[in-house]
């Protein structure tokens, strides 16, 4: 049973360069979420699908865009990619997503370095 | 202040010893609470729910003070496998944006 698999593992871009993450998940769970990583600051909320067909921007949505392709897959976009986008990436899923006691399931994570 | 408030270590404990670390969270409507651990260079993995009644799981034990706003985590017999870092995870309400993680606090159990 993979959970949430999401790819790549490692990029490098230069600025201005676009690139989408893939995350796909065997769960069946219905939501679906874009997290990043940065040092000295929790995990926080880019994009999230609450269920197939939807998606809603989170804490910090510029710059990036988002596809909800099927249940099991959720794509994020970088357009135009900047300094300030070095982080690392989670795609992560929850079976009832807004409920008050959602247990997230993360991927392994994307190391985006932009140059 | 920020929403969820953690030390973010290190706590450098020797194996056997017990480690308790803290987690506040401003809002009082806070609804839900977890502990995730998080191994370095990997994805935040739930270690646990946090329950008004407080809960245990082996060595790991949760407690919940809403008067006070943290929860605990307390960790007995530490093992080296148990060097990670721990997240404070709080839900101030029904809704997707309203999960929010801690800085997280590192833990490394020496030999």
């Known amino acids: 049973n993979a959970g949430v698999t999401q790819t790549p593992k490692f990029q490098v871009l230069k600025t201005g360069q676009s690139m989408t993450l893939q995350c796909a998940q065997d769960?069946?769970?219905?939501?679906m979420y874009w997290y990043r990583q940065d040092p000295g600051m929790g995990l926080r909320l880019i994009y999230y699908?609450?269920?197939?067909?939807?998606?809603d921007k989170g804490e910090v949505p510029n710059g990036y865009n988002v596809s909800r392709l099927n249940k099991r897959e959720f794509s994020l976009r970088l357009e135009s990619a900047a300094p300030s986008q070095t982080s690392v990436y989670f795609c992560?899923?929850?079976?009832?997503?807004?409920?008050?006691?959602?247990?997230?399931?993360f991927g392994s994570g994307t190391q985006l370095s932009v140059l | 202040r920020k929403e969820v408030e953690q030390d973010p270590g290190p706590f450098n404990v020797p194996e056997g010893a017990t480690v308790a670390f803290n987690c506040t969270y401003s809002?009082?409507?806070?609804?839900?609470f977890f502990w995730y651990r998080q191994d370095c260079r990997k994805e935040p993995k739930l270690l646990m729910s946090?329950?008004?009644s407080g809960n245990e799981d082996g060595r790991f034990t949760a407690q919940l003070n809403r008067a006070s706003q943290y929860i605990s985590l307390l960790i007995r017999d530490s093992k080296l496998s148990d060097s990670a870092t721990y997240l404070c995870?709080?839900?101030?309400?029904?809704?997707?944006?309203?999960?929010?993680f801690g800085i997280g606090t590192k833990l490394q159990v020496i030999p």
């Open positions: 992560a899923s929850s079976e009832f997503g807004g409920t008050d006691n959602e247990k997230l399931f």
């Open positions: 769960m069946n769970h219905n939501s």
């Open positions: 699908s609450a269920s197939e067909g939807t998606t």
């Open positions: 809002n009082s409507a806070s609804q839900s």
């Open positions: 946090v329950y008004s």
């Open positions: 995870v709080v839900n101030i309400g029904r809704g997707y944006q309203k999960v929010t």
